[in-house]
């Protein structure tokens, strides 16, 4: 018979371990970063470390937790790019802060899962009123006002054009779907139409000028070429007011 109580013994003397763990690596990490003008922004790996971590075996027995953690600390998290050091200016990572820090923490270790309303209904409650309050501050409003949160900026976009598809073509007429892209457009448009179903002739980039402005007319030019041809534009010029620019 399963011993329970055993089992809750064992898992509690585990939770004390990690726990003395973790306080350590806080440590240690808030130690580093204090200094962290001094820090190089980047300690790459040498190929010795990337070799040693691509031919692992994957085991059918657990490690020693605390070797593992050890390995991670030292081959992965320590060589990794430092995002929040002072010179770091490249890509659109975030930096860590002291709050971001504990706020991830608290995620971890409560592991809230916010799929569905009755499993988390504060988390839920939370998200519905910054997705409300998000739209208020581009000038949306009242009931219609939704969404939701999501990884990052690519499964943003992605989402994004599954609503724009889904709004502008019925099932039948996706084949027949064009969206239109700035030649400066970031790589995950163009990924998240392809995984959406649209196909390289579908997906139409248009020049931008000296400013990496889209050009408009060429854009127009492009969507009455289409639709002549039977296409159905997802995303469709509107005549701008004359205090706002177009919009597409």
């Known amino acids: 018979m399963f011993d329970w109580l055993e089992f809750d013994k064992n898992v509690k003397k585990e939770y004390e371990e990690q726990t003395e763990r973790l ?23 040498s190929q010795e470390t990337l070799d040693r971590i691509l031919s692992m075996e994957i085991p059918a027995k657990g490690r020693n937790s605390v070797d593992v953690g050890n390995e991670l600390v030292k ?28 706020g991830s923490i608290l995620t971890d270790i409560y592991n809230v899962f916010g799929g569905a309303w009755e499993l988390s209904p504060g988390a839920g409650a939370i998200e519905q009123r910054l997705v409300q309050w998000m739209g208020s501050c581009a000038g ?24 724009a598809r889904d709004s502008r ?56 070429r289409d639709i002549k041809a039977g296409k159905k534009t997802v995303c469709r010029h509107r005549q701008p007011r004359d205090d706002q620019h177009g919009q597409y």
């Open 23 to 45: 306080n350590a690596y806080i440590t240690e990490f808030l130690r580093k970063n204090s200094q962290i003008r001094e820090l190089p922004i980047f300690d790459e790996p």
């Open 75 to 102: 081959d992965v998290f320590e060589q990794s790019m430092l995002i929040q050091h002072p010179r770091f200016f490249s890509f659109v990572a975030s930096a860590v802060s002291p709050y971001s820090l504990a």
């Open 140 to 163: 949306y409003s009242g009931p219609d006002v939704g969404g939701v949160f999501l990884s990052g900026a690519s499964m943003s976009n992605m989402s994004a054009m599954v609503a």
């Open 169 to 224: 073509l019925a099932p039948e007429d996706f084949g027949l779907g064009v969206a239109y892209l700035s030649d400066q457009a970031h790589s995950s448009n163009e990924k998240g139409l392809r995984i959406i179903g649209f196909r390289n002739d579908q997906i139409v980039k248009i020049p931008t000028d000296e400013n990496f402005k889209i050009r408009t007319d060429l854009l127009e030019e492009a969507i009455s």
